[in-house]
């Protein structure tokens, strides 16, 4: 059976950086969408679509019942979303892209909901030896976020024999311009820090591999998992990258991009950090058998950037909100707050 083309869409963690560009995506592709979010960053990345979407404020850790229901798929994002985070809150991170994943795919099968697409991560092939990986690699997670992850492919791709049609996608570190900034990703990174410091520090050299993928590209790469037909995806995984880049030669690229809008950047060399991570790994499978190729470069999504930021108002740029670990342990310092009020944002 083809993959659902019309209907409802529910995208879990809608109202984060990738998926504020997935539901517009989704949306103008005239699916029904529905967003699962607990608000971290609060309502506004959805300010553009909010009278287009339905919104259900809830947590992943416990979905309504009726949140699922008259639901044809599910794009899966919610979750804490990087390594920083994920070591903070080692047990919140288990909960949330673990377990709430599996109990969302036993939940699908339930409801005879089939397709699920969920975020997963290139960041699971960190720590093999040096080269390129494809998606059959043996990977050996180690780190909390990319174990929580590896966990919650596995138990979804369990579900198959219940009638689920798990697809799983390995994003690379994303760049590009979103409704909901993250400046916590090394793109986004640069940029900011081009704009805010005028200097950007390449730590150990800044030699390490990564595989980088532009906000949009691997928002369409999510629609093209969603529509796609069973015998294509279901129970693959696929890695979503643009390209792989070595974190030096980002710098380089920022930098130059940052000097065409009248920014001089300085390169400095800096003491390796304590763990670093080293990577590349292929887009072969999903080009072949999907025929998707991210196109998105990361000097087109640099320019954007440096258009879309207000280069005037710098302070903007260092807001928490924009750092993910930063804004988590805010909001945890405020916890009595919460229980007290019910919410802070
Ligand atoms: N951004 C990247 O570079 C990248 C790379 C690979 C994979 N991913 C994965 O893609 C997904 C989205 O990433 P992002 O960059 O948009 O992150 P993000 O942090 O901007 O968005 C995550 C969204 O999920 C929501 N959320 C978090 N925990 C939740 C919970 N327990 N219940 C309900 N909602 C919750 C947040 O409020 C937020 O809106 C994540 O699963 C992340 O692990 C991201």
């Given at each position: 059976m083809d993959g659902p083309r019309e209907g409802t869409v529910l995208v879990t963690g809608g109202a984060g950086y990738i998926g504020a560009i997935l539901t517009e995506r989704l949306l103008d592709r005239g699916y029904n969408v529905r967003v699962l979010d607990r608000l971290y960053w609060g309502e506004g990345p959805l300010e553009r679509i909010r009278d287009r979407i339905e919104l259900v404020v809830a947590d992943v850790r416990d979905i309504p019942r009726e949140a699922l229901e008259g639901v044809d798929g599910v794009i899966h994002l919610a979750g804490l979303s990087n390594d920083p985070t994920a070591e903070y809150d080692p047990e919140a991170n288990w909960q949330m892209n673990a377990v709430a994943t599996e109990a969302l795919g036993r939940a699908c099968v339930e409801h005879g909901i089939e397709r699920v697409v969920f975020s997963s991560s290139c960041s699971l092939y960190d720590g093999l030896p040096p080269g390129m990986h494809d998606e059959t690699a043996p990977v050996q997670p180690r780190g909390a976020y990319s174990t929580s992850k590896h966990y919650g492919e596995k138990a979804l791709l369990e579900l198959q024999d219940q009638g689920l049609c798990p697809v799983i996608l390995r994003n690379g570190t994303v760049y590009g311009y979103s409704p909901r900034m993250r400046f916590d990703l090394v793109v986004n990174t640069f940029v900011k820090d081009s704009l805010v410091q005028g200097r950007l520090l390449l730590h150990g050299g800044g030699w390490m591999w990564r595989p980088l993928v532009d906000v949009r590209d691997v928002s369409d790469a999510m629609v093209a998992a969603y529509?796609?037909?069973?015998?294509?995806?279901?129970?693959?995984?696929?890695?979503?990258?643009?390209?792989?880049?070595?974190?030096?030669?980002?710098?380089?690229?920022?930098?130059?991009?940052?000097?065409?809008?009248?920014?001089?950047?300085?390169?400095?060399?800096?003491?390796?950090?304590?763990?670093?991570?080293?990577?590349?790994?292929?887009?072969?499978?999903?080009?072949?058998r999907l025929g998707f190729i991210p196109r998105r470069s990361v000097v087109e999504a640099v320019s954007d950037l440096l258009s879309e930021i207000d280069i005037k108002d710098r302070a903007q740029l260092t807001d928490p909100r924009y750092y993910n670990i930063r804004w988590l342990q805010l909001l945890h310092e405020v916890q009595p707050r919460i229980e007290e009020f019910g919410s802070v944002l």
């Open positions: 529509e796609a037909p069973d015998h294509l995806v279901k129970g693959e995984i696929f890695n979503v990258l643009h390209s792989n880049y070595q974190i030096r030669e980002l710098a380089m690229l920022v930098a130059g991009s940052a000097q065409l809008v009248g920014v001089t950047v300085s390169l400095e060399e800096a003491p390796a950090p304590k763990l670093t991570r080293d990577y590349e790994c292929s887009n072969a499978k999903l080009s072949a």
